[in-house]
């Protein structure tokens, strides 16, 4: 969703630095998220803008963006509100630590460095992930870390099939019935 205030902010033309112009935006459009089909969407104005939200301007600023606590506090309601619509399962940089801190599921992937930079090539981005991840680590608001009761796991050397077995394999240890390999 920061990346969808992001792909705004970038559409208006305005600084992402400049928190109170950013922030004043989302008073000037409408916003409307749900979940159709299984997966979450968010309409800005009515447009979807999941086609702008790899664009390298959107990559560039969401970490500006996302750091800024009146966005935040905007978003953070409607992150919640997915997980009342259906079960979910939600990635981010806070899911674990901030939008949902009481969830007794909680993990953190990571990859060796040059994994994650090889795989953000592979989607098309370009990023500086060293600096993103400063940048997202150091930020006042809701800093990335790694939550206590989350579950770690380096996925450098596992396919998404291998990520899948290790998260399924966790969740089967806490007590979870997860569905076979066949019925996923």
Do not use: C
Request: hydrophobic share 40%.
């Amino acid at each position: 969703m920061y990346r969808a205030v992001a792909w705004l902010a970038h559409l208006r033309k305005l600084n992402p630095s400049d928190n109170a112009a950013v922030s004043k935006q989302l008073g000037t459009v409408s916003f409307q998220f749900g979940i159709a089909n299984k997966e979450s969407f968010i309409l800005i104005d009515g447009e979807k803008p999941d086609q702008h939200l790899k664009e390298e301007v959107v990559n560039r600023t969401v970490s500006t963006i996302s750091a800024i606590p009146e966005i935040r506090a905007f978003l953070l309601p409607h992150l919640r509100g997915f997980a009342r619509l259906d079960n979910i399962v939600m990635e981010g940089r806070d899911i674990g630590s901030t939008v949902f801190p009481e969830t007794p599921f909680k993990f953190y992937i990571d990859a060796a460095p040059e994994v994650r930079a090889r795989r953000r090539a592979a989607q098309g981005l370009k990023d500086n992930l060293a600096h993103r991840d400063r940048a997202d680590s150091s930020r006042r608001s809701s800093p990335l870390v790694i939550a206590d009761d989350a579950e770690v796991i380096d996925s450098s050397s596992l396919s998404i099939a291998g990520v899948i077995d290790e998260v399924v394999a966790k969740l089967s240890q806490k007590g979870l019935a997860v569905a076979s390999r066949n019925d996923r």
